[in-house]
C-alpha cells in the first residue's frame, strides 16, 4: 500500500527536482518537496515558481531523427515526464527548436504538482545536510545550491567546488522593435514545433556597423567580478558575447550573429551579420535576443543594443546578465544511481551534477526519481541502455567523463556508443536515434511506472 511507503524528501523545486517528484510520485511513492524560494531568493530567480526558466526560454532542438537533444525530449515524453508536458502544451514558435512561454510553463508544472495527492510542497530553505532521518534524499538544488548546503557539501566530499558562469538573456518589447528593418524567417526557413519556418526576427548588420559593434562590445563599461567570480571558468555554451568577440573580430559571425540561411527582404542579398530575437511569451510581446548573454552593465547594454539596426528604439524589459553556477564532480562523486559515494542516501539530479541545459537537467532528474522508486518499493532498476540519450548522458556524469578535466556537458551523438556499418551524416544520426528510441522502449517496457 501507497501508506506504508516513507516519504522522499526533494530538495529543489527547479526543473530537474519537480521532474523527479513527479516521476516518484506516479510510481505511488509520497514526496515532499522542498523549495527555499520565497524565503530565501537567489541570484537569477524571478519569481517563487517551481520549474521557473531564468535563462532562455528555449529547450533547443526537437528533432528526434537528427539531433541528440530532440532524442532525450522523445525519450522523456515515452517515460511520461512532466517537464516535457508542460512544455509541449506551451511551446511558442521558434524554428526547429521548442520554445516555450516561460510563465505558462511554470505555472503548468507547479499546478500539476500541487494537484498530485503524493505530494507535499514545503517553503523552506534546508540549510545544510539534510536531517538524519530523511533517509532518501534527492538533491536537485541546481547550480545557485544555497551557500549553506554547497560548504556542507564541499566538507563532505572533500572536494573543491567547481564552477562555471550562465547566462541570462536580454528580453525586447515587441511593440518597441523596427519591423521596417527587422524580418521574420528562421535560418533556412526551417520550420519546427509551433512554428512556420519565420519564427525568429532577424536585425542585419553590414560590415561598417558590425565592426563598429564589435568595438563598442570590446571597449564597453563592464560589471566587474564578484570575490567568488575570479578565475571561474566559462562553459562554452554560456560565453559572454565580449569574451567571445574578444577571440577575434570575426568570432560572432560565425556564432551567435551568424547570416547564413537568411535574406534580407530589402536587399534580396544576405547581410554581413545579422542578430536575431525570438520569441519568448505566448502573447508573442516579449522576445529574447539569441545568445546575448553579456557582463555589460546595464546602462551600457542600452546603449550599444540600441546601436543595433532594427532596435534603436529598443525598450528592454530585461536586460542580460551572468551568474555563477556550481556543480559536483560527478563522476569521482556519484555511483552509477547518482548516489552520493560518501552518504549514499542522498542522490543528485540536474545541473548540480555536472550536466548541461534544461532538458538535460530535467531528464537527470526523471532518472533519479525513478531510482529512488524503486528503491522505496523494493524493486530493481538498471540505468537506461548507453545507447539512449538518456543513458548516455548517465554514463558521462557518473564514469565516460574524466574526473581529471570534468566539465558540464550537453547531450550529445559523442557520447553514444558508436553506430555498426557505414553510415554518414544524417544517416548515422537517424541511426543512432532509431536503435536508441527501441532501446528505450526496451527498457521502459519490463517495469513501466503508472499513477495510483
Partial sequence: MTSSIKNVHIVGGGLAGSEAAWQLAESGVPVVLHEMRPVRGTEAHLTDNLAELVCSNSFRSDDAANNAVGLLHEEMRRAGSLIMRAADAHKL????????????????????????????????????????????????????????????LAKLTGEDQLAFFDAIA??????????????????????????????????????????AFVAGLLSGDKTEFKEWEHNTPYFNGCQPIEVIAASGPQTLRFGPMKPVGLRDPRTGTRPWAVVQLRQDNALGTLWNIVGFQTKLKHAEQVRLFRTIPGLQSAE?????????????????????????????RLRFAGQITGCEGYVESAAIGLMTGRFAAAERQGRALTAPPPTTAMGALLGHITGGADATTFQPMNVNFGLFPPMEGAFRGKE?????????????????????????
Fill in 93 to 152: 514558435p521558434a524554428g526547429g527548436a521548442l520554445a516555450v512561454d516561460r510563465h505558462g510553463f511554470s505555472a503548468a508544472v507547479q499546478k500539476a504538482l500541487l494537484a498530485h495527492s503524493l505530494v507535499t510542497l514545503e517553503r523552506a530553505e534546508v540549510a545544510g545536510l539534510p536531517p538524519d532521518d530523511w533517509d532518501s534524499v534527492i538533491v536537485a538544488t541546481g547550480p545557485l545550491t544555497s551557500p549553506a548546503l554547497a560548504e556542507a
Fill in 170 to 211: 536580454p528580453i525586447v518589447h515587441h511593440d518597441s522593435i523596427d519591423l521596417s528593418i527587422a524580418w521574420k524567417q528562421s535560418r533556412y526557413d526551417k520550420g519546427g514545433p509551433g512554428g512556420d519556418g519565420a519564427d525568429y526576427l532577424n536585425c542585419p548588420l553590414d560590415k561598417t556597423e558590425y565592426e
Fill in 428 to 452: 548515422r544520426k537517424q541511426a543512432m536515434s532509431a536503435r536508441a528510441l527501441r532501446d528505450f522502449d526496451r527498457w521502459l517496457s519490463p517495469a513501466p511506472l503508472a499513477a495510483e
Fill in 316 to 344: 528592454f524589459a530585461r536586460l542580460g546578465g551572468l551568474h555563477r553556477n556550481t556543480f559536483l564532480n560527478s563522476p569521482r562523486l556519484l555511483d552509477a544511481t547518482l548516489r552520493l559515494k560518501a552518504m549514499l
